[in-house]
Protein backbone atom coordinates (compact mmCIF):
# COMPACT_ATOMS: atom_id res chain seq x y z
CA UNK A 1 0.00 0.00 0.00
CA UNK A 2 1.21 3.66 -0.65
CA UNK A 3 1.27 6.39 2.42
CA UNK A 4 -0.97 8.51 -0.21
CA UNK A 5 -3.43 6.35 0.93
CA UNK A 6 -3.08 7.06 4.19
CA UNK A 7 -2.71 10.22 4.03
CA UNK A 8 -6.72 11.41 4.44
CA UNK A 9 -6.72 9.47 7.69
CA UNK A 10 -3.46 10.57 8.90
CA UNK A 11 -4.93 14.21 8.07
CA UNK A 12 -7.84 13.65 10.45
CA UNK A 13 -6.23 12.49 13.18
CA UNK A 14 -3.69 15.39 13.12
CA UNK A 15 -6.68 18.47 12.70
CA UNK A 16 -8.47 16.09 15.92
CA UNK A 17 -5.44 16.31 17.72
CA UNK A 18 -4.97 20.07 16.96
CA UNK A 19 -9.01 20.89 17.63
CA UNK A 20 -8.72 18.65 20.86
CA UNK A 21 -5.53 20.74 22.71
CA UNK A 22 -7.11 24.04 20.78
CA UNK A 23 -9.96 23.29 23.10
CA UNK A 24 -8.17 22.48 26.37
CA UNK A 25 -5.94 25.33 25.48
CA UNK A 26 -8.99 27.65 25.41
CA UNK A 27 -10.27 26.51 28.45
CA UNK A 28 -7.39 26.84 30.49
CA UNK A 29 -6.47 30.36 28.80
CA UNK A 30 -9.72 31.92 28.98
CA UNK A 31 -11.59 29.97 31.31
CA UNK A 32 -12.10 31.47 35.29
CA UNK A 33 -9.72 30.64 37.80
CA UNK A 34 -11.60 31.36 40.71
CA UNK A 35 -12.44 28.59 43.09
CA UNK A 36 -14.22 28.72 45.69
CA UNK A 37 -15.26 26.55 48.85
CA UNK A 38 -18.70 25.72 47.58
CA UNK A 39 -17.11 25.34 43.82
CA UNK A 40 -14.38 22.84 45.35
CA UNK A 41 -16.77 20.96 46.93
CA UNK A 42 -18.01 17.64 45.18
CA UNK A 43 -22.00 17.67 43.66
CA UNK A 44 -24.53 15.45 44.45
CA UNK A 45 -27.56 16.79 42.18
CA UNK A 46 -27.85 19.98 44.20
CA UNK A 47 -27.50 18.52 47.69
CA UNK A 48 -24.92 18.69 50.56
CA UNK A 49 -22.57 15.48 50.34
CA UNK A 50 -23.64 12.82 52.71
CA UNK A 51 -20.78 10.68 53.64
CA UNK A 52 -17.32 10.45 51.75
CA UNK A 53 -17.89 8.80 48.24
CA UNK A 54 -15.50 5.51 50.26
CA UNK A 55 -18.00 5.00 52.61
CA UNK A 56 -21.42 4.30 50.36
CA UNK A 57 -21.05 1.59 47.60
CA UNK A 58 -23.29 1.32 44.88
CA UNK A 59 -25.37 -2.35 44.64
CA UNK A 60 -23.89 -5.19 42.16
CA UNK A 61 -27.22 -4.32 39.72
CA UNK A 62 -25.98 -1.21 38.42
CA UNK A 63 -22.53 -2.79 37.18
CA UNK A 64 -24.61 -5.80 35.99
CA UNK A 65 -26.94 -3.34 33.92
CA UNK A 66 -24.51 -1.46 32.73
CA UNK A 67 -22.19 -5.12 31.63
CA UNK A 68 -25.56 -6.28 30.30
CA UNK A 69 -26.38 -2.61 27.64
CA UNK A 70 -22.83 -2.59 27.21
CA UNK A 71 -23.37 -6.75 25.58
CA UNK A 72 -26.44 -5.66 23.60
CA UNK A 73 -25.04 -2.51 22.05
CA UNK A 74 -22.07 -4.81 20.86
CA UNK A 75 -24.34 -7.25 19.91
CA UNK A 76 -25.76 -4.33 17.71
CA UNK A 77 -22.63 -3.27 16.12
CA UNK A 78 -21.91 -7.08 15.10
CA UNK A 79 -25.71 -7.97 13.97
CA UNK A 80 -25.76 -5.12 11.70
CA UNK A 81 -23.24 -5.42 9.61
CA UNK A 82 -23.58 -8.91 8.85
CA UNK A 83 -27.49 -8.58 7.98
CA UNK A 84 -26.20 -5.78 5.59
CA UNK A 85 -23.49 -8.07 3.63
CA UNK A 86 -25.55 -11.26 4.07
CA UNK A 87 -26.49 -11.07 0.53
CA UNK A 88 -22.86 -10.95 -0.50
CA UNK A 89 -21.58 -13.71 1.70
CA UNK A 90 -24.06 -16.09 0.64
CA UNK A 91 -23.30 -14.70 -2.91
CA UNK A 92 -19.96 -16.23 -2.41
CA UNK A 93 -20.79 -19.25 -0.84
CA UNK A 94 -20.23 -18.43 2.55
CA UNK A 95 -23.84 -18.10 3.42
CA UNK A 96 -23.76 -21.45 5.66
CA UNK A 97 -20.48 -20.70 7.55
CA UNK A 98 -21.46 -17.04 8.54
CA UNK A 99 -25.10 -17.97 9.54
CA UNK A 100 -23.57 -20.31 11.65
CA UNK A 101 -20.73 -17.75 13.45
CA UNK A 102 -23.92 -15.57 13.74
CA UNK A 103 -26.18 -17.91 15.29
CA UNK A 104 -23.65 -19.31 17.41
CA UNK A 105 -22.60 -15.33 18.98
CA UNK A 106 -26.43 -14.98 19.47
CA UNK A 107 -26.85 -18.59 21.52
CA UNK A 108 -23.82 -17.25 23.63
CA UNK A 109 -25.63 -13.80 24.54
CA UNK A 110 -28.85 -15.87 24.75
CA UNK A 111 -27.13 -17.99 27.01
CA UNK A 112 -25.80 -15.16 29.32
CA UNK A 113 -28.99 -13.09 28.93
CA UNK A 114 -30.98 -16.00 30.33
CA UNK A 115 -28.24 -16.72 33.49
CA UNK A 116 -28.60 -13.55 34.42
CA UNK A 117 -32.04 -13.19 34.25
CA UNK A 118 -32.06 -16.36 35.94
CA UNK A 119 -29.82 -15.01 38.90
CA UNK A 120 -32.20 -11.94 39.36
CA UNK A 121 -29.89 -9.46 38.08
CA UNK A 122 -32.57 -7.73 35.92
CA UNK A 123 -35.20 -7.34 39.24
CA UNK A 124 -34.94 -3.95 41.14
CA UNK A 125 -35.52 -4.37 44.77
Do not use: C
Amino acid sequence: MLIANYLPLILLVLVAVAVVGGIIFAAEFFGPKNPTREKLMPYESGSDPLSEPQASRFSVKFYMVAISFILFDLETVFVIPWAMSWRESAAMGHGFYSFAVMALFLAILTIGLVYEWSQGGLEWD
